[in-house]
């Protein structure tokens, strides 16, 4: 199965830091590229996404870089705040959420 | 409130038991979805259904069974055959046409007495 490969497993970061979490993917005809937040006890849910035809997308305090040549992305999260410390997911697909391939997940801990 | 409701929340398995995770959905959405989440593997596809009375094994089907006889229920039974039941499952559908976009369910823990 194609992978994607997520770092770092945990992250601590001070309030009002810059959070980077990184993921890389194998398959080059993926064409999709989703962040999903997890709190506690929760499902998961879509915090932003991108497709390979931009390098960068942006949402608030939230954004996706995205390298396509070195088949990497990354979720930045700026002026992080303790309500951002949650587990974070990346995934990638082609074809349908069927075919999502998730990373392993990264708990962000924001300390006040 | 549209949304996926799973139950129960806290689920307990005895030996040789079967048990069955309740997942139902209100948001008219034609795919459904049973992940399985253990701690530092993310998440793995256990079965999908695209439409009702039809679903696909995923990658982690072994031990484990689905039905769709209704488009708002996706119910998923553990059987005594999945050794290593303990986990975070969680349900999760998408709109057909737009489908790469999940919307999950609050998950059920199931542990094995």
């Known amino acids: 199965q194609q992978q994607v490969k997520q770092s770092p497993q945990s992250l601590i970061v001070q309030k009002g830091g810059i959070s980077i979490i990184n993921c890389a993917y194998e398959n080059t005809a993926f064409d999709y590229f989703p962040w999903y937040q997890q709190f506690p006890g929760k499902g998961p849910a879509l915090l932003i996404a991108i497709r390979p035809d931009v390098s960068e997308k942006k949402e608030g305090r939230f954004t996706i870089s995205f390298n396509k040549s070195a088949k990497q992305f990354s979720l930045h999260i700026m002026d992080s705040q303790p309500g951002d410390s949650a587990t974070y997911f990346c995934a990638s697909t082609l074809g349908g959420a069927q075919k999502l391939v998730f990373g392993q997940g990264t708990r962000l801990t924001i300390n006040p | ?113």
Not at chain 2, 85 to 97: H, I, K, N
Request: hydrophobic letters at 30%.
């Open chain 2, 1 to 113: 409130d549209g949304g996926i409701t799973q139950s129960p929340k806290y689920l307990f398995r005895k030996e040789g038991q079967n048990v069955t995770l309740s997942c139902e959905q209100n948001l008219n959405h034609d795919a459904m979805y049973w992940y399985r989440q253990d701690p530092g593997q993310g998440l793995r596809l256990i079965y999908y259904s695209q439409i009702v009375n039809d679903f696909q094994k995923g990658d982690i089907a072994e031990g484990y069974s689905v039905s769709r006889e209704k488009k708002e229920s996706f119910p998923l039974t553990v059987t005594s055959a999945q050794k290593n039941p303990t986990a975070f499952y969680l349900c999760a559908s998408s709109m057909w046409q737009t489908n790469e976009k999940l919307f999950f369910g609050s998950g059920t823990q199931l542990s094995v007495l």
